[in-house]
């Protein structure tokens, strides 16, 4: 997909995210930034972002291919956060393979070896093989990604988290679903103390993958979106990977999923795309005023 001749002045001349892997073209007007499991539908030309705009993306697991796609296609600085290990495991993988421009050890294509020496896999069908191999095409800065291993809450504190009994996604509540053990105690952050710990006055893009507790996150972010910031230092455009509205899950709570959309649409923005049955791409409208 060649650079778009719109303005946008955050967008790099020369575009290194791979073709099909981690860039897939859709309709006229959008495309899919990561792979068919970690990636969401966007707009083909994201002009509102500037030139070191910062993005935060929520819950990283074991597929990060849309943080690494965005900062392969725009000058902006992307914050993730996950607390869970295996997904740090994984964020440190990545960024000392963007550091280093060499891939971890593939044992298998579907299996590498993280830094820390321990066997992982990649989520989703792409196999870590296909999965390395685009990050090191994409080839963002290094210094364009950064992780921390916080949780995202509605506000700060400290919260258990509970292993799955498989796959990587933790969460906050027992449940058949989850491994009965102790549970991981992590550092819980809301997004307001986040930006004022790293200085941030705008975050750009939110991407939120949380496992249904958007639902508690969204009515404070939209609370303090009306009552603390002007709207043009709110986000231009939100992802969602909307466990709450997904079947099957077990933090499924249609309901609650549907008020929050109406918050967001309520405050001002606009559904972009919905694909995958959970994955949600929302734009802030341009204000009437």
């Known amino acids: 997909l060649p650079p ?67 900062a392969g296609m725009y000058s902006v600085k992307v914050r993730m956060f996950d607390p869970t290990p295996r997904a740090v495991a994984h964020a440190h993988t990545v960024l000392h393979t963007i550091a280093t421009h060499t891939a971890p050890a593939a044992i298998t294509k579907k299996k590498y070896i993280d830094t820390a020496g ?97 639902i508690e996150v969204i009515p404070e972010l939209v609370r303090f979106w009306q009552t603390s910031l002007p709207r043009a230092q709110w986000p231009r455009l939100l992802a969602f990977d909307m466990d709450s509205i997904r079947k099957g899950h077990p933090r499924r709570n249609e309901p609650a999923a549907r008020r929050c959309m109406k918050l967001l649409t309520d405050a001002g923005y606009q559904q972009f795309s919905w694909t995958g049955g959970a994955d949600i791409v929302y734009l802030l409208r341009p204000s009437s005023s």
């Open 118 to 214: 321990v066997e992982r896999e990649v989520s989703g069908s792409i196999g870590a093989e296909r999965y390395f191999a685009a990050i090191l095409e994409t080839d963002p800065a290094k210094d364009q990604l950064e992780f921390h291993a916080f949780a995202l809450g509605a506000t700060d504190g400290r919260q258990k988290f509970y292993p799955p009994k498989q796959g990587v996604s933790h969460t906050l509540v027992q449940s058949s679903s989850s491994d009965q053990t102790e549970g991981l105690d992590v550092e819980v952050r809301s997004i307001p103390s986040l930006m004022q710990t790293f200085g941030d006055k705008y975050v750009a893009m939110l991407k939120i993958d949380i496992e249904g507790f958007e």
């Open 4 to 70: 778009s001749s719109s303005s946008c002045p955050a967008k790099k001349t020369h575009p290194t995210t791979t073709n099909g892997v981690f860039l897939q073209p859709r309709a006229a007007n959008t495309v899919r930034l990561g792979t068919e499991y970690g990636g969401f539908d966007v707009p083909r030309d994201m002009c509102f972002l500037r030139p070191g705009d910062v993005v935060y993306g929520f819950g990283c697991g074991e597929d990060i291919s849309f943080d690494i796609a965005l």
